[in-house]
């Protein structure tokens, strides 16, 4: 079992910046894929960000430019800096960790995060 924690989402005005960090924890397995999915109110749940062991990153277009993931292997952790909100980044958004060769897949709780206008 892999635990994710996930902190740092919170309320911020549009333009401003937050950053998100997610640790994970228990029987992490490797090679892996971590990143962030949000979802907003009465939305599918959608890929943000994805970073893989070997430092390969995927975004969503509607990101690309404004957030950055990073991840700490050592310390099992990914971030994501995220800048020039907009009201529409409002969401909850939750860690992940997978492994497609592996067939695992876990998520954190979520964190909340909301851009004001």
């Known amino acids: 079992q892999v635990q994710l924690v996930e902190s740092g989402g919170g309320l911020v005005q549009a333009g401003g910046s937050l950053t998100l960090s997610c640790a994970a924890s228990?029987?992490?397995?490797?090679?892996?894929?971590m990143g962030w999915y949000r979802q907003a109110p009465g939305k599918q749940r959608e890929l943000v960000a994805t970073m893989t062991s070997g430092s390969l990153t995927n975004y969503a277009d509607s990101v690309k430019g404004r957030f950055t993931i990073s991840r700490d292997n050592a310390k099992n952790m990914v971030y994501l800096q995220m800048t020039s909100l907009k009201p529409e980044d409002t969401a909850v958004y939750y860690c992940n960790i997978n492994s497609y060769t592996l067939r695992v897949d876990y998520w954190g709780q979520g964190t909340q995060v909301t851009v004001s206008s």
């Open positions: 228990g029987s992490i397995f490797r090679p892996n894929t």
